[in-house]
């Protein structure tokens, strides 16, 4: 198995050097990468406030490092790849309590003292409205292409912005349609959830519920204290567009997911909660990742979240049958702690079959759904100790 080979943005070799994938160590600043859609651009955000991207070369299946920038006056925290129906744009968000847009074209002449002249990558927009709260800005991700060219914003006072781009030749101007205080929003009138047999994890259980519990509905608002230190943790759009504009929300310390329907008339409503686990209980520490699978041809949506508890769960999301039902139907179809420390990312993969999680014990899980419906980990790959990656099954 091939591992991804990232040059550390702060390393000392000159930027025109032609040996671009040469492996750095990348523990000194790399801290988040994003992958466009098509799989072959990559782009990595550093803590020394640096943005670098990165070309698969097909054929030897190495990355080389295209173009390296400073983006921010802070760290760098996440990065958003629109989709190229729209070009080559990329949005970061950064400690500076800003969001930047940025698109790839031509090198421009150096003006004056600018410290990224020579790079094709141009700042068109920033958004500071997160700066009126002195929030730093958490997450940023685009919106599937059917909605426009459209980005929510998260900042760690758990204020959710939507920005829609007015001009889509002119990157310079968006408008903000929403502004939503999550912590503050009312609990919907919560569908009967409950946990499934589908899923085994090793030194865990959880048994079945049948009892028709509603969790989250005692959660009514945010609680007072500081606002930093609660904040906005991640986002992830609905990649499917016939449910609408749905957008699931980790905010606040109660370890609650909430999932967000916008309308174009710029009304919002909740229209379910996730609990951090299947007691529903709303105490747990904070939920820092929320990943929102490919829809591929299932009848069902599947959500994975994970926390500073230390668990990875995937919820099996069901829409509401106009003929029968108007409510979501949201199970819990997988609960792991292989981790046993916090989680800190989880992604699916592009058909949403396989999931991977990140946690701070050094390791990358990896997760996957059997024949009869039942989630098991399917290896994990070992990144502690040296540079050599392992996968293990």
Not at 92 to 118: H, L, Q
Not at 201 to 217: H, I, Q, V
Not at 306 to 318: A, D, F, Q, T, Y
Not at 352 to 371: H, K
Request: charged share 20%; hydrophobic share 35%.
């Amino acid at each position: 198995m091939r591992g991804l080979e990232v040059v550390d943005s702060s390393s000392s070799r000159p930027r025109d050097d032609p040996d671009k994938s040469a492996p750095v160590n990348p523990r000194r600043s790399s801290h988040r990468c994003c992958i466009r859609f098509h799989g072959l651009r990559l782009a990595t955000c550093s803590l020394d406030q640096r943005i670098k991207t990165w070309t698969l070369d097909e054929t030897t299946g190495n990355w080389a490092s295209d173009d390296d920038w400073k983006a921010h006056d802070a760290p760098v925290c996440r990065l958003s790849w629109a989709h190229p129906e729209y070009g080559t744009i990329l949005a970061s968000c950064s400690f500076d309590k800003t969001v930047k847009i940025w698109e790839e074209g031509g090198v421009e002449p150096a003006r004056g003292s600018d410290a990224n002249a020579g790079s094709r990558w141009r700042e068109r927009a920033t958004l500071s409205e997160s700066r009126t709260t002195g929030a730093s800005v958490r997450a940023v991700e685009f919106a599937p292409r059917q909605f426009g060219l459209k980005l929510a914003v998260l900042s760690s006072d758990s204020i959710l912005r939507i920005y829609d781009c007015v001009e889509l030749h002119n990157l310079a101007t968006w408008n903000l349609t929403f502004t939503i205080d999550v912590r503050l929003l009312q609990p919907p009138s919560t569908p009967p959830m409950s946990t499934t047999d589908m899923f085994a994890a090793p030194g865990t259980s959880l048994g079945a519920s049948s009892n028709g519990k509603s969790y989250g509905s005692s959660v009514t608002g945010g609680r007072p204290g500081k606002r930093e230190a609660d904040g906005g943790w991640s986002i992830s759009w609905c990649k499917d567009a016939t449910t609408g504009q749905l957008i699931a929300v980790a905010a606040d310390t109660y370890g609650l997911v909430r999932v967000l329907q916008l309308s174009d008339s710029r009304s919002h409503k909740t229209v379910f909660t996730l609990p951090p686990n299947a007691s529903g209980a709303t105490d747990s520490p904070a939920i820092t990742t929320v990943a929102w699978a490919p829809l591929c041809g299932r009848r069902f949506h599947l959500i994975a979240t994970g926390g500073r508890e230390g668990k990875v769960n995937i919820w099996k999301i069901s829409p509401p049958h106009t003929n029968v039902t108007t409510e979501w139907s949201v199970n819990l179809a997988g609960t792991f702690d292989d981790h046993q420390s916090a989680v800190t990312r989880v992604e699916w993969n592009v058909t949403g079959t396989i999931l991977s999680s990140a946690g701070n014990d050094g390791n990358i899980r990896l997760w996957r759904s059997t024949y009869g419906g039942i989630w098991r980990t399917m290896g994990h790959i070992h990144t502690e100790h040296g540079d050599d990656e392992e996968m293990h099954e």
